[in-house]
């Protein structure tokens, strides 16, 4: 697809998943701030734990707000914007891929972005907004927030697709994936510093919060080449990893011979 | 009707709930191994935290914080999405058609949640507790205490089952609840101790979360298990008495503000 073409593609896709928000636009409100405020809640926990105890394992309020204002755009973006990554293996089982494979655009890329999920919305506008009042920022700083945020994004994708394509395979898997990813966030949401060496080496690898979490906040504390190299091999791997298991994965696919409206 | 045989009709709607659920226990025991990394990373988390502070935080050892948190889980985890439902019922019309049987409509989801509560129970306690126990060991419970803390669990969950109900009566006025939900429950995590015992607040807060009801959905049925006693028995019911009262009076009220506004068309 040529370079015009494939954002006009996006472009008009997300148009439409926007005018679609607005058309629903008290709901719409409602999930975004919700989450908003949700996401505040979190945080305000991690005040009163930060208040009581100031410093563990290394880990200050700070490190925290730096580790939420990320985890939570990078999150928010993955999945307020390319909502069916999520919503993978529910397609594959119902059969709803069809709608995909009957049109001339790439699959998977076509199916990430025709559905947006206003909650998650709400985290990635959190996350920038949280940064903005509680870190000090510098234009370098900022810069490199946006790119570990991006990195983040394809790493949460990534993995999404990847746990998700394992129901071509696997047959109904829907539950596990879903737990895979929440297991993912919920590690994401902690230092890392708290978890024993084994498992720090999981959630570098298999489990990627480490690379979607505290490595990025190690980038913007005490930023070296080393780690950002890191950090975009993890995002170029995971995303690669989820098209080739998607690819593989769709030479399964049975259609469902379905008859209705796509949602 | 006598009132006994009403409590044997909601008694029968909560068994018929706890039959038709138990089917997918063992369903449920699987999905709930989310539950085992979140025990797990409490453990962790807290475990990190003591190694820096000493043996005792507010009178409580590393053990006995980890059995806090599982009773705080086990109360969340065995909670049905009540607030959903009755959203999704008020949305699409079901309320109006449930107004003509023969129970009371909050009644019959108060029963309804207690059943599908038991049998989310019994698919979380275990869960959490084997992490527990593998973790940081046992923590002395008496046995004694066992049916108390079963008594208790059913008073908080009718605690939760209003505030959550409240939430769900909001789809009369409110084009999507989620929201509000998401709102509402984390400010319930939070003001009950369900993150973090309300004593490690700053005094300020404390106060404030002492005045709401929210400390007897969570944080002091949990101290409970941990510690248990009967001043603290005698308390802890007395204070939920008080708060069933004012909530489900309150929900009652809202349900009947939002049921004038269901019109119906015939059958």
Redesign the interface.
């Known amino acids: 697809m040529a370079g015009s073409k494939f954002f006009g593609f996006i472009g008009g896709y997300w148009r439409a998943n926007w005018a679609a928000a607005m058309e629903y636009r008290a709901s719409f409100l409602m999930q975004f701030f919700g989450m908003f405020l949700n996401d505040g809640i979190w945080v305000l926990f991690w005040s009163l734990y930060f208040t009581r105890f100031p410093m563990v394992k290394g880990w200050t309020l700070q490190d925290l707000i730096m580790l939420w204002s990320i985890v939570t755009a990078s999150f928010g973006l993955a999945f307020g914007v390319f909502y069916n990554a999520a919503r993978l293996p529910e397609l594959v089982v119902q059969g709803q891929l069809d709608y995909y494979l009957a049109l001339p655009k790439p699959v998977l890329l076509h199916l990430l972005v025709s559905q947006f999920r206003f909650l998650n919305l709400g985290d990635a506008l959190f996350g920038p907004l949280l940064l903005l009042f509680f870190a000090k920022l510098t234009l370098v700083k900022l810069l490199l927030y946006i790119l570990v945020v991006l990195c983040g994004t394809f790493i949460f994708l990534g993995f999404a697709v990847t746990v998700g394509s394992l129901v071509f395979f696997l047959g109904q898997a829907e539950g596990l994936a879903g737990n895979l990813v929440g297991v993912l966030v919920h590690f994401a949401t902690y230092p890392t510093g708290i978890f024993s060496k084994g498992v720090r080496v999981l959630l570098f690898t298999l489990i990627p919060a480490g690379l979607v979490a505290t490595l990025p906040v190690q980038i913007l504390r005490d930023f070296n080449w080393g780690d950002l190299g890191l950090l975009v091999v993890g995002a170029v791997g995971f995303a690669s990893l989820g098209a080739l298991l998607f690819t593989l994965g769709l030479r399964r696919y049975e259609s469902g011979n379905l008859m209705m409206m796509r949602q | 009707m006598g009132s006994r045989q009403v409590a044997l009709k909601y008694a029968a709607v909560g068994a018929t709930q706890v039959r038709s659920r138990w089917t997918y226990v063992g ?1 449920r025991l ?2 709930n ?2 539950l085992a ?2 025990i797990y ?1 409490f453990v ?2 807290w ?3 003591y190694s ?2 000493g043996a005792s935080i507010d009178g409580l050892t590393l053990p006995q914080m980890i059995w806090y948190f599982v009773a705080t889980e086990a109360i969340q985890f065995s909670m049905p999405r009540v607030h959903s439902l009755i959203e999704t019922e008020v949305r699409n019309g079901d309320l109006a058609l449930r107004l003509n049987k023969p129970y009371q409509y909050l009644g019959f989801h108060v029963a309804a949640f207690l059943g599908d509560g038991v049998v989310q129970l019994a698919a979380a306690l275990p869960v959490a507790a084997a992490v527990a126990l593998l973790t940081v060991g046992p923590i002395a419970v008496p046995l004694y205490a066992i049916p108390v803390l079963l008594f208790v669990w059913v008073t908080t969950l009718l605690l939760h089952f209003a505030w959550a109900a409240m939430i769900g009566l909001c789809a009369f006025w ?10 509402l429950d ?2 319930k ?2 003001m009950g101790g369900f ?2 015992p309300i004593a ?3 005094d300020w ?1 404390q106060r404030i979360a002492g005045s709401l009801p929210f400390k007897y959905m969570f944080g002091e049925p949990a101290r409970l298990m941990v510690q248990f006693s009967w001043a603290k028995v005698g308390a802890l019911l007395s204070g939920q008495a008080l708060w069933l009262v004012i909530m489900f009076a309150l929900l009652y009220g809202v349900y009947r503000l939002g049921v004038r506004r269901v019109d119906s068309n015939g059958g």
């Open positions: 369903e699987l999905s191994l989310f990394v979140i990373v962790q988390l475990r990190a935290t820096g502070t409110l084009e999507d609840v989620s929201g509000v939900y998401l709102i984390k400010f995590w939070v993150m973090m490690l607040f700053p807060l």
